[in-house]
Nanobody, 118 residues
Framework: QVQLVESGGGLVQAGGSLRLSCVAS????????FGWYRQAPGNEREMVAI??????IYADTVKGRFTISRDSAKNTVYLQMNSLKTEDTAVYYC?????????????WGQGTQVTVSS
């Protein structure tokens, strides 16, 4: 059974940095995409960053501040978050996806809380 476990969340002051990690386990295949989404109270879940072998995508709200990277050998994806703002406060979810049998199969982590104080 595939599991994604996030870590690295916490409380940080505005202007500070955090690095999120997400480790995938239980897969006997390679993922095609990794990514991070976030959900603030009262808001819908939104894409933060996606990385694959052919492209890296960022939400406009985090461009220039956040960096997504992956270590395929460790089945791990990272999100380096710099210059954090109070509006970055949310639960951050890791996603890993695989294209198989004609469709996309996503797997989600349980989420890690990021709180940015003013």
């Amino acid at each position: 059974q595939v599991q994604l476990v996030e870590s690295g969340g916490g409380l940080v002051q505005a202007g500070g940095s955090l690095r999120l990690s997400c480790v995938a386990s239980g897969n006997n295949f390679n993922f095609d995409k990794f990514g991070w989404y976030r959900q603030a109270p009262g808001n819908e879940r939104e894409m933060v960053a996606i990385i694959s072998s052919i492209e890296t995508i960022y939400a406009d709200t985090v461009k220039g501040r956040f960096t997504i990277s992956r270590d395929s050998a460790k089945n791990t994806v990272y999100l380096q978050m710099n210059s954090l703002k109070t509006e970055d406060t949310a639960v951050y979810y890791c996603i890993a996806g695989r294209f198989f049998d004609g469709r996309y199969h996503p797997y989600w982590g349980q989420g890690t809380q990021v709180t940015v104080s003013s």
